[in-house]
C-alpha cells in the first residue's frame, strides 16, 4: 500500500494523481491525501481548486494513521505541495509511519520495511522555482534527509545541492552529495534525454530520444513506474531500464492519439510490457 502526499488534479495525468493511477495498475493500493485540488494542470490556465488547508490536510492523515494503516504502508510517496506547513506535516507523517509495526490485526504489509519516496517538485530549467521558496527550502530541509529516494529532475537536484551541474561526472557527484538513494530525470544527453540512476556503490544511466510533445507528467509516471518496479523486487538496473522504456512508452501513445494528457489508463498495457527496450550504460 502506498501513501500519496501530493496533489489531486482532476483533468490532468499528473501529481498524485498519476501515482495513484500508476500504482493501482502495477498492483499497489493507494491512499491519496491531496496538497491541492485542482481542475487541470497549471499550465493550461488557472487551474481551479485551490489548496488543502493544514488542518484538513494533517486531519485527514490522522484518520489513516487512527484505522491503523501506518502499520500496512509500503511506500510513502511526497510530491507537490501546496504550502509550507504541509511539508512539515509530511515529514511528521513520515516518521509517525516509520515507527509503526507492519502488521495490524492480523494484516501485514507487503515489505519488510516502508520505503518514503521524495518526489521534490520544485521547478524546471528555464523557469526555475514554480513554488514558493518556503516550501522548496522545507523539502530539501525537512524531507531529503528522511527519504530512501529522492527523484528530481536536472534542475531541482541542482537546487538541492547547490551544484554547478555541467557534465555527468558534476551530476553524478551532486547526486552523491544527497548521501541516499537518487534517480535524477531530463538529462540532456548528446541530442537525447537521459535518466540516471546513482547511490553510494553504482551509478547507470539510459538514454532515449527526445519527444518535443510529451505531455506533462512523465517525471511524475518515471519515479511511480521505478517505485513499483522496485517494490516488486527488481534491481535498480532492471527498474530503471523498465521504467524509462514504460514512460516513453506512453509519451508514444499519447503522440500517436494526438493526447494533451497522458493516457496511463487507456495504454496501460505498456506498464506491463513497454513498446522498446532500454539498456543502462554503467557510469
Known amino acids: 500500500m502506498a501513501l500519496l ?3 489531486h488534479v482532476a483533468a490532468s495525468m ?7 493511477a500508476v500504482f493501482n495498475l502495477t498492483g499497489i493500493d493507494t491512499m491519496l ?3 491541492v485540488n485542482y481542475g487541470r494542470h497549471p499550465g493550461w490556465g488557472p487551474p481551479g481548486g485551490g489548496i488543502t488547508g493544514n488542518n484538513v490536510f494533517s486531519s485527514m492523515i490522522g484518520a489513516i494513521g487512527e484505522q491503523g494503516l501506518f502499520s500496512l504502508t509500503d ?3 511526497t510530491g507537490y505541495f501546496g504550502e509550507a506547513g504541509q511539508v512539515s506535516i509530511a515529514a511528521d507523517t513520515i516518521d ?5 509495526g507492519r502488521e495490524h490485526e492480523g494484516a501485514r504489509a507487503f515489505a519488510d520495511r516502508v520505503s518514503i519516496v521524495v518526489d521534490p517538485v520544485l521547478g524546471d530549467a528555464p523557469g526555475g522555482l514554480y513554488v514558493d521558496p518556503a516550501i ?5 530541509d525537512q524531507l531529503v534527509s528522511r527519504a530512501d529516494l529522492v527523484t528530481p529532475n536536472l534542475f531541482e537536484l541542482g537546487y538541492l ?3 554547478s551541474l555541467t557534465d555527468l561526472a558534476s551530476m553524478v557527484r551532486a547526486a552523491r552529495a544527497l548521501e541516499r538513494p537518487v534517480l535524477v530525470s531530463s538529462l540532456p544527453r548528446r541530442g537525447q534525454i537521459g535518466v540516471i540512476y546513482v ?3 553504482e551509478a547507470w544511466i539510459v538514454t532515449h530520444d527526445r519527444s518535443p510533445n510529451a505531455p506533462k507528467g512523465t517525471g511524475d509516471l518515471l519515479t511511480a513506474v521505478f517505485t513499483a518496479s522496485r517494490l516488486r523486487g527488481a534491481s535498480v538496473r532492471d527498474a530503471l531500464e523498465f521504467a524509462t522504456a514504460a514512460t516513453v512508452s506512453v509519451v508514444m501513445r499519447a503522440n500517436e492519439w494526438n493526447s494533451l494528457e497522458l493516457p496511463v489508463v487507456a495504454a496501460a498495457s505498456v506498464l506491463q510490457k513497454p513498446l522498446i527496450t532500454l539498456q543502462a550504460q554503467p557510469l
Open 5 to 7: 502526499l501530493s496533489s
Open 161 to 163: 545541492t547547490g551544484r
Open 136 to 140: 522548496a527550502a522545507g523539502i530539501r
Open 14 to 20: 499528473v501529481g498524485g494523481s498519476m501515482s495513484r
Open 33 to 35: 491525501v491531496p496538497t
Open 75 to 77: 511506500i510513502v510517496l
Open 199 to 201: 547511490d553510494s556503490r
Open 96 to 100: 509517525r509511519v516509520r515507527r509503526a
